[in-house]
Structures are given as C-alpha cells and as structure tokens.
C-alpha cells in the first residue's frame, strides 16, 4: 500500500504517470480536495476510486462512495450508507474506575448554554462518584465554561492545549464511561470505537432537520449510545461491542472487486486447519 500526501507528492504523482507506472488497485481519500487528485490517478494509472465522505462532485464519478447515513446522499449501485463517520475500532480493556466526559462547544448545530452543560457534567460525575472522572474541553468549548463548573474531588478538568496528540486516544481506551456533546460526529464516533459505553449529552437541535441530531437518535435506538437524561449509562442496556463499520465495509470492497483474495485467504485458512 502506497500512501499519497496531496500536494506535496504532486510531482511523484506526475512522473508516475508519465512512467506508465504498475496500475494501483485501490485509491482511496476523504476530503474535498482531494477528489479530483484520485480521479486524476485513476485516469492516468487505473485501478478503483474510493471515496469516504459525501462527495462535492457527483458520486457517479467514483467507483465506490462510504457515506453516512446523517448526510443523506441518493443511494445508488455505487453508495454504500454507513452507520456514521468511519473509525477504526480498538482492541482494549476499559478500567471500571476510569471516566471521560468531551467537550465540544459552539456550532452551527446545536445551541450551547454553558449552565446547561455543566449542569448535565455535574449529574453524570455525581451518578457515579466511585469513578475517576476526567473532563476534557476542545478549541470550540468557551473558556466561561470552567467558570460554571464546580467538580468534586474525583473529577479532574483537563485543557486541551495541556495534552499531546496519543493522550486522549490512550483515555478512552481505558474508560469505561465516556460521555460526548453531540456538536463533534468526529468526537461521537471515535468515542464509539472503542469497548467502553458511550453517551451523549443532550443539547437543543438548532433547526428541526438536523443531521446530526438524526445520526444521534439513529444510534441511540440500535442501542449504540445513552442519553444523559436516561440516567447513568450501566442502567441504559447499552451494546456491549464497539461499533466496527470500517470492517464491515472493507469486506464489502473485498467481496465486490477482490473476491478471488478472499477464496484465496478461506482456502489457506481451511488448510491450515486440517494441518493442526
């Protein structure tokens, strides 16, 4: 697999071109500027365009779109819906003890009141005070919030510029509870690929047709996600299996141009077997 970093490999790009290099078969990118680079690459090289996101130019265009759900794209032989952003689920042991609540903050989604969600902060740390709770702002969350915060001893604000890249990864590997403004789909769904239970903290839709209001609502009746108003997440019979869309659809890639890979790999597997 060969990663491609646009523009900076622009020039390696053209020469691959150029040399009539070997044929990739798969390119795949997420973000709007990167779709006409793939088209091009497929263009001069060949091989199957994959886009992870809802395209800006039309999807007939590509010969495969993962699309959230929320986003609400015509679907077609070439649209494939996905139960939210795509994130890779992560092996790991939760800590009982261990809490994580994540601040978003304002957006053009959802109203925010900082009174609103410290009040929601304050119920879920006092719901389970045998936990070691950690409440970790973002860029977007307003620095008056902390002021409207008043924590107990087990519950510690963290600030976002106090923390390296892995560290909050490694956080919600181990946490058992994690809780999550709903403004961030990123923060949502991330949050959800790990093993811990995973809840939303409430926050007024801003226009009745939200998307991601209806992404939230969609996971909380296939009991991905709790709702603070719900109570303490152990008490909302929440799916104990972290959410692995990306698995699902790299099968569905391999079975639609890589089937012959997958023959291949059970073959091997059946062998390997009857050897033991």
């Keep these: 697999m060969r990663e491609v970093q646009w523009p900076a490999d622009a020039k390696s790009l053209n020469s691959d071109w150029q040399l009539r290099a070997a044929a990739p078969d798969l390119i795949i990118g997420a973000g709007h500027h990167l779709h006409k680079p793939m088209l091009r690459t497929r263009w001069h090289l060949g091989g199957r365009c994959v886009v992870l996101m809802r395209p800006s130019l039309p999807t007939f265009l590509f010969d495969l ?64 005070p045998r936990q070691q709770w950690q409440i970790i702002d973002s860029r977007r969350t307003p620095n008056e919030l902390r002021e409207h915060l008043q924590l107990p001893d087990y519950a510690k604000y963290v600030h976002w510029r106090d923390t390296q890249p892995s560290w909050l990864t490694h956080q919600l590997s181990r946490s058992s509870a994690t809780w999550v403004t709903p403004d961030s789909a990123s923060m949502v769904y991330e949050a959800l690929s790990f093993s811990g239970q995973v809840g939303v903290i409430e926050l007024g839709a801003k226009r009745r047709n939200n998307k991601l209001a209806n992404g939230i609502r969609r996971l909380h009746a296939l009991g991905y996600v709790g709702l603070s108003a719900k109570g303490p997440l152990s008490q909302q019979n929440l799916n104990a299996v972290a959410l692995a869309e990306h698995r699902r659809c790299a099968k569905l890639i391999m079975q639609r141009w890589f089937s012959a890979l997958l023959k291949q790999d059970e073959r091997l597997s059946n062998h390997g077997g009857d050897a033991k």
């Design 65 to 128: 779109a993962l699309v959230p759900e929320h986003d609400r794209v015509w679907v077609s032989h070439n649209v494939e819906p996905t139960l939210g952003m795509l994130s890779p689920s992560q092996v790991s042991e939760s800590d009982p003890q261990r809490g994580v609540v994540l601040l978003g903050g304002l957006s053009k989604h959802f109203h925010w009141s900082n009174d609103d969600v410290a009040r929601q902060v304050h119920k879920i740390v006092l719901e389970a």
